[in-house]
């Protein structure tokens, strides 16, 4: 038994939005925590990040033998590399937001 392409279609859709939300929670909970500008993209990128090297044999482990595994482990296996592009397009911008406050510190 594999994953219909609905369901497919629908994790490449709502697992970016997921992960994007959390992500930006995540960042404006630690900024409003007072932490350090480096230290808020730390814990941003710690929090929602998921690694594919965990979740899998997890899923695989509690899932054993069961005739939906494949629909279990789909979000996982999409997960991994929508986080990677992410990632890199949130890069440029994060780098400019650490930037900033080197900065403030040398007052320039």
């Excluded at 997890?58 to 005739?67: D, I, Q, S």
């Excluded at 939906?68 to 890199?88: D, E, K, R, T, V």
Aim: glycine fraction near 10%; proline fraction near 5%; hydrophobic fraction near 50%.
């Amino acid at each position: 038994m594999g994953m219909e392409m609905r369901h497919g279609i629908a994790l490449l859709t709502l697992l970016p939005i997921l992960h994007t939300s959390v992500a930006g929670l995540l960042f404006y909970i630690f900024k409003w925590c007072g932490f350090s500008r480096k230290d808020v993209i730390s814990a941003m990128f710690c929090g929602s990040q998921k690694t594919l090297a965990f979740g899998l044999p997890l899923v695989n482990t509690v899932f054993e033998g069961n005739a939906n595994l494949a629909s279990y482990c789909a979000p996982i296996m999409f997960i991994h590399p929508l986080q990677l592009i992410l990632g890199s397009l949130f890069a440029p911008v994060l780098s400019k937001y650490a930037a900033e406050e080197g900065e403030k510190e040398e007052g320039i």
